[in-house]
Structure formats: C-alpha cells, structure tokens
C-alpha cells in the first residue's frame, strides 16, 4: 500500500498542511497527483494550488481557518496572506489616484489633516481597498495637498493668460489667531463668454495696512500670477487706503457697491426712531434664545397658529440686513411671540417681559417696506455667475431717485429713512474716473446700452468714449499684426533662399500657364492696381459704424444674458465684443473675497490654530478652486 509523503519545503502554501504526494513501496514519489491527507481524495497536480483550495473549501471547511497558521517550525516565521503579499506600491497608478482623491477630499471639505489618523475613516478605506496603504498625516500636509495646489495652480495660470484683462477684489480679515490674511480674488470671461471667478491668495499680512503697503502686495500678486499686463481693475471696499493703493497701483478703481449700500442703509438704521425699535425687538428675540421655557411655547403657539417653524433672529452690527432680517423674522412670527408672551408658564419664570405695542408693529413694517429696494439690490449685486459692474450706474440712479422724499408718503418713517438713504447714496460715485468707467461698463451691456438714466450729453459723451477706446485698441491690435507680419518677412529674407533655375528655351509650358500668361499681360495693370488699393475702412470709422448698428438692435430683456448675446453676435460686433469682455468681466463688490472670510473661518478654528499660512492658503484656494 502506497504511504503518503509529506509536500517538499520548498512550497510554502497552507494548503500542504492537507495535502502530500504518493509514495510506493519501491519509493518512487508520484508527483503528477496529491492526495488529500482527510479523505484521501486524488487530484491532478498542474504546479498550482486551486484544485486543492477548492476541495478543502468544499468538503474540509472546517480546516479553512487553519490556512493562516504557520507552515514552518522555523521560529518567528509567520506565512504572508495573500493581501499582504499583494499590496498596492505607493506609486502605482491606482495609489496615486487613491492618495490624490484623499488630499481632494481634505481640501474640499475643508477636513482637518488628521482626519487620516481617525479610525473610522482609515475602517472605510480598508473596506473599500484592502491593498491600499494610508500615507501619514505629515505626507498629506507636506507632500500630497501641496502637489494638488501645484496643479490647481498651473490650470489658473493657464486659465489667466488667455484672457485681455482681469478685475482683482481685495479684502483683510483677522482669524482666530489674530492674524491677519489679505485674499485677492480674481474675475474674468473665458473664450466660452463664461465668468469665471478664482481665489488667487490668502496671504498674511503683519506690515501696517496702510494704502503703500498694500499697492506692493497687489503688485506682487500681479507679478506671480502673470496678470501685470491685464489693465487690471481694483474692486475693494470704501476704505480710504484701498483708495490710495488704487491710486499708487494705477490701477482703475471700482468701489464695492454692496458696501455702498451697507453705508447707506446703516445711516438710516442709526435714525433715533428705528433705533429704538430695533432695540426692542432685539430683547425679545435674545428672551426667547436664552429662555427654554419661552422657546419651547413658541414652538407649540406655532403649531397652533400654522406658522413656519422658524427661530427668531438676533441682527448683527456690521450687517445691515441682519437688522431687516430680524424684523422680517419678527413679523412672520409676530402673532406666536405675542401669544407665547401672555402664556401663564412665560409668565411664571420671567422677571421681565418685553411687548411690542400696535404703534411699534407698524412701524416695523414702515421700515421693512422702506429698506426693501436696499435689500434686494444686495442680493442682486452679490451674484458671482453673472456680469454685475453695468448694474450699478442704472441701479444707483434709480435708488436715488426712488428715495427722494416723496410729499404724498403718509408714514413720517419712511419719509425719514428714504431722506437719509437718499442722501448717502448721492454722494457716492461723483468722480470723472468713477462715472465714466461705470457708464461705460452699462453702455456695453445690451439690457442697458439705451442709458436712459443719464441726460442726453451724458449718453453722448459715453458712447464717445467707448468708441474712442475701442479705436485705440483696434489700432494697437494693427500696429501689432503689421509687426507681426514684418518680423515674420524681416526673417524670410534673412534666411537663405534656393537658388533659382532659369527655364530652358525647349522647355515645353502648358496652356493654362500660357493663358494666364496673356491674362496678365491684357489686364493685370488695371486689375492689380485695384487690387493693390483696396478700400480701407480707419479703426474709428469702423467703430462708429459697429457702435451704430448696436445702439440701433433692440434692447436684450433684463432676464437674458448679456454674455451669451455677445457670444451669439460677437462676429457681428468684432471690436466692440473685445471691449465688453473688458468691461462685463468687473463686479459691482468684493464680496467673493469676503465669502473667503467664512469659509476661512472653518478651517482656522480653535482646534486648528497650529496651521501655517502657507497651509491656509493652500487649503483655502482648493476649496474655492479644485475641481473634483
């Protein structure tokens, strides 16, 4: 009887724990077949394992645990699974793709770095790729993310240089830390006539703000995105140093209109009137916040009544439309506040109750119906994904002129807050400087290029003006391809030309060389001539004519695009579509640079207050920048 014969060292799979080959009485091995050392079971032998796998999963499975158990006696030698033996190299493709998205995740979703280090997070990747191999926190912070800014930063630069002009936005805020971060948005149209918007920087900024200092720091922004040639424009806040940064700068200059409005409107905030009632209706929304009690019989007069399920709100000082927000708020829910107010169970646990009267309920209204044209002019002006700058000259001129006092207004507050709002706007935007760029900016939208808010000289005056530029620059744009074509000819002659070979008298010429021939000699003279002198229309005369033919096309409807009419007619209007990608491409505020501000907010916290800069930075513009 043939006797079973242990597997040779040599192969180190667990299954040959189960498994051997035959040997005869003569001891001859038979190494074409194994034998399964349980059930004797036979099988064909092919140099691999699966059969025998197979048969223990199938019949032995019972065994199947013991497959992880050391093979050998040899001391501290433990047999590798078939996933360790198969882990990803950490630059393989699939890896880098794994690490990439990681880094992807930490800056889009504004995540700590040692979200690599959490144990749930690590549990999830394991199950997703067994053979992927987590890099450290460290890698992240210094290798992966930075590589992933590196990029995002190459697409912006490429993005940047082929566009002819780019509007900066500039604001200063202080975290956590108190440091103090200065972040410079950037706008412009892309050849798809689409406004884009990136954030280029957030850098600290521990020099004085003062107007030199922050002149040199948007000149080295210029300098290191490569935007120094693109007539920058300046969109910052009221504040006299950006003013004077513009100035050092040369650069245009646009001050930011939400701000303008925020000015306006806390003027009439601060009217004696409407500052007492904000104060009221400010102690009773902060009762209501601190008292369980209280809040819990809002929430059931709620009910009752069939209101929204909405908090009150609290304003905040710098905000004015917090303050209309409040009283907005306050009205919506006024009839459960007033109700969870005269509650036996408010009235037990409260020393002090705060009430509105009719006279003050009405006069909130008076205010909101007041500071409503202010409020959705706000709105209007902080879009980012559509041309904003060509709404200020209408939209300023019809504020002003839906402010003045109105004799025929019964209420005496909104007589009162639309004379100080009118007031403050009227001496906003005054400057030759400001108007023109402004007007010009209106004038080449096509919703507003009528520019019937302005006095028939003023509207001249504009038009001129953007001819009289456009004819500038359709003349460097000449100057630049006569240039071009002069370089190009100055070095065909230089280079060296074959020599020419003269036609023997017996070379044969076929007769369409021979009838063009005559055709010059019977014609040239006078064809060639008035070929040589074509008409030639100057830049200002071809402006005039394309200026003509705009004003004359019917005004585009306030709820289409602008940048998509001048996509469809940009071959209609050759210079002037230049000059509106030049214009169309400003905002009307620096709220993109502000927005920066709250999301800095959630990544410089107090449980991440150790970041660097340069980690602030990076991280802030992936989260406005990457795309995923």
Same mark, same amino acid.
């Given at each position: ?337 007033? %109700?969870?107010? +005269? ?5 037990? $646990?409260?020393? *002090?109750?705060? =009430?509105?009267? #009719?006279?003050? !309920? &009405? ?106 530029? %456009?004819?500038? +620059? ?5 100057? $630049?391809?006569? *240039?071009?074509? =002069?370089?190009? #000819?100055?070095? !065909? &002659? ?119 800069? *340069? ?14």
């Amino acid at each position: 009887m043939d006797k079973l014969r242990p597997a040779p060292s040599h192969l180190k799979s667990d299954v040959w724990q189960h498994f051997g080959f035959s040997e005869d009485t003569e001891g001859v091995v038979d190494k074409s077949h194994t034998v399964c050392k349980v059930c004797s079971a036979k099988f064909k032998y092919f140099g691999n394992t699966t059969n025998m796998k197979k048969h223990i999963t199938r019949f032995h499975s019972e065994l199947e645990k013991q497959h992880s158990l050391p093979i050998t006696n040899t001391p501290g030698y433990i047999q590798r699974t078939l996933d360790q033996v198969a882990k990803l190299p950490p630059n393989s493709e699939k890896a880098k793709r794994i690490t990439r998205s990681v880094a992807g995740f930490i800056a889009k979703d504004l995540r700590p770095y040692s979200v690599v280090e959490n144990q749930g997070f690590r549990t999830m990747l394991q199950v997703l790729e067994p053979r992927y191999t987590l890099p450290s926190r460290r890698y992240f912070s210094e290798t992966a993310v930075p590589a992933l800014y590196s990029e995002c930063k190459d697409h912006i630069l490429e993005s940047l240089s082929n566009t002819d002009r780019v509007a900066i936005t500039c604001d200063a805020w202080t975290s956590i830390t108190t440091e103090s971060y200065v972040t410079i948005t950037a706008h412009y149209i892309t050849d798809e006539w689409k406004l884009a918007a990136c954030v280029l920087q957030t850098r600290a900024m521990s020099e004085s703000h003062t107007g030199a200092n922050i002149a040199e720091l948007l000149h080295n922004v210029s300098d290191e995105w490569k935007i120094r040639n693109k007539d920058l424009v300046l969109v910052s806040d009221n504040a006299s140093n950006m003013a004077v940064a513009a100035q050092l700068g040369k650069f245009s200059h646009v001050r930011c209109y939400a701000h303008t409005l925020n000015l306006a409107s806390q003027r009439a905030l601060k009217l004696p009137s409407v500052s007492r009632l904000l104060g009221r209706v400010r102690r009773i929304a902060t009762f209501f916040h601190r008292s369980a009690i209280a809040n819990h019989q809002l929430k059931e007069k709620q009910k009752q009544l069939n209101l929204p399920s909405h908090k009150l709100k609290s304003d905040v000082i710098t905000r004015w439309n917090s303050a209309y927000e409040m009283l907005e708020r306050f009205l919506e829910q006024q009839p459960a506040v007033c %109700a969870a107010l +005269l509650s036996q169970e408010v009235r037990k $646990g409260a020393a *002090e109750i705060f =009430t509105l009267t #009719e006279s003050d !309920i &009405s006069c909130s209204e008076d205010v909101i119906t007041a500071l409503k044209p202010m409020k959705d002019a706000t709105l209007l002006m902080s879009e980012e994904s559509s041309p904003t700058a060509c709404l200020i000259a209408p939209l300023h001129a019809k504020l002003i002129q839906d402010m003045k006092e109105n004799t025929e207004e019964k209420s005496v507050m909104i007589r009162e807050i639309k004379r100080v709002i009118c007031e403050d706007l009227s001496k906003r935007y005054t400057t030759d400087q400001e108007t023109s760029l402004l007007n010009k900016c209106a004038s080449l939208d096509p919703r507003f290029k009528a520019l019937p808010f302005l006095s028939k000289e003023k509207r001249e005056e504009t038009y001129k003006t953007v001819i009289t530029e %456009a004819s500038s +620059l359709q003349e460097q744009e000449v100057h $630049g391809n006569l *240039e071009d074509s =002069t370089v190009k #000819e100055a070095n !065909i &002659s230089v280079s060296p030309q074959p020599e020419v070979t003269e036609l023997q008298d017996d070379c044969p010429t076929t007769s369409k060389g021979r009838a063009s021939s005559l055709l010059h000699n019977l014609l040239g003279k006078t064809f060639s001539d008035a070929s040589d002198t074509p008409y030639h229309q100057s830049p200002s005369a071809l402006v005039e004519e394309e200026m003509t033919r705009y004003c004359s096309t019917p005004p585009l409807p306030l709820t289409e695009d602008p940048l998509n009419w001048w996509h469809v007619n940009k071959v209609s209007f050759p210079v002037l579509s230049k000059m509106a990608k030049r214009y169309l491409c400003i905002p009307a505020t620096s709220v993109s640079a502000e927005r920066v501000f709250s999301t800095a907010g959630d990544i410089v916290t107090a449980q991440r207050s150790t970041l660097t800069s *340069e980690h602030v930075d990076q991280l802030l513009f992936l989260h406005k920048n990457l795309v995923l």
